[in-house]
């Protein structure tokens, strides 16, 4: 996993050709929208016997003819003589191409979509269902360690964005694991909490005296209890000047609905008339807010799971 994915799959194609005994291999991509194929590997021994001057990389899917039928059709393609093979329709080989004599050809799945395929081709025998099945399952290990890289760098795009909501956003935010420890306290949350950096790291909320943090852990603890979100009022100081905050307290749940800690929301509400019409409308947009956080990052914790 340390290498450069393009070194995993000039390593998948030049398996494939080993293992099937073949003279060539080559793995390119599917651009579903464009409707274009893109050459991302060739075997050395490909490349070697090639006499073409201009070798392109995108191909139209509907100018490839059999090249294209493993997308086209989403099946393994096997021609074992193929200058005499009628039951696919042939465009030819530019001047200089390796001549062929036999191939395999399958189509990639990802997610139950064709993204990509691959193939080998001039076995001395005819192609068999062994080798049919020594290409796929290179091909899907590759497919499996490409898409846990895209998961992986998604799962990393997710937790820069909400860190970056954590300690930006002009509210309070805080997260804890189950036992109420603080994972996550931004510095609104902190003056409002009355909770210095120090602190944070180490102690639970419910070791903390002002009475902003015990109304918190009240309010948690009545989550636990049925797993749904709790509104509290609170109050602190921020930046020397008393102020009320509404908080949203949401449990943060995993995949398999089990509990993962907390997220608590604040919102200044200090001078607003709570049955004022925009008052509400606050409140049901922090609501949301912290429905849509609190899921994200329960998704993100089970996928983070599952990849360890």
Known sequence: HSR???????????????????????????????????????????MDMCRTRERPLVYDLDRT?????????????????????????KKGTPAGHVPLQRLLMIPIFLNGRVVATAGVGNKEREYTTDDENQLKLLMSGLMGNYEERMLTEENERTARTLQSILS???????????????TECNRYAQEVLGISDTERLTQPLNAYRSKA????????????????????YVRG????????????VSPVMTADRKADGFL?????????????????????????????????????????????
Do not use: C
Request: hydrophobic share 40%; net charge negative.
């Open 213 to 232: 943090a015990e109304q918190l852990v009240t309010a948690m603890e009545a989550a636990k209890l049925d797993d749904k979100p709790r509104d509290t």
């Open 168 to 182: 930006t956003a002009p509210v309070g935010l805080v997260l804890t694991d189950p036992e109420m420890r603080l």
């Open 65 to 89: 003819g059999v090249w294209g039928e493993p997308i086209q059709s989403g099946q393994t393609v096997i021609i074992n003589d193929y200058e005499h093979d009628l039951s696919y329709q």
């Open 264 to 308: 608590v929301v604040l919102m200044d509400v200090t001078g607003l008339a709570l049955k004022n019409a925009s008052s509400r409308e606050t409140m049901d947009w922090m609501r949301a807010f912290t429905t849509i956080v609190a899921a994200e990052l329960g998704r993100l914790d089970e996928a983070v799971g599952q990849r360890v």
């Open 237 to 248: 100081t921020v930046d020397g000047r008393e102020v009320q905050a509404y908080a949203s």
């Open 4 to 46: 450069p994915l393009s070194d995993i799959i000039n390593f998948a194609v030049e398996a494939s050709v080993s293992l099937t005994d073949s003279k060539i291999g080559y793995v390119a991509v599917y651009d579903n929208k464009k409707r274009q194929l893109k050459m991302i590997a060739w075997s050395k021994s490909a």
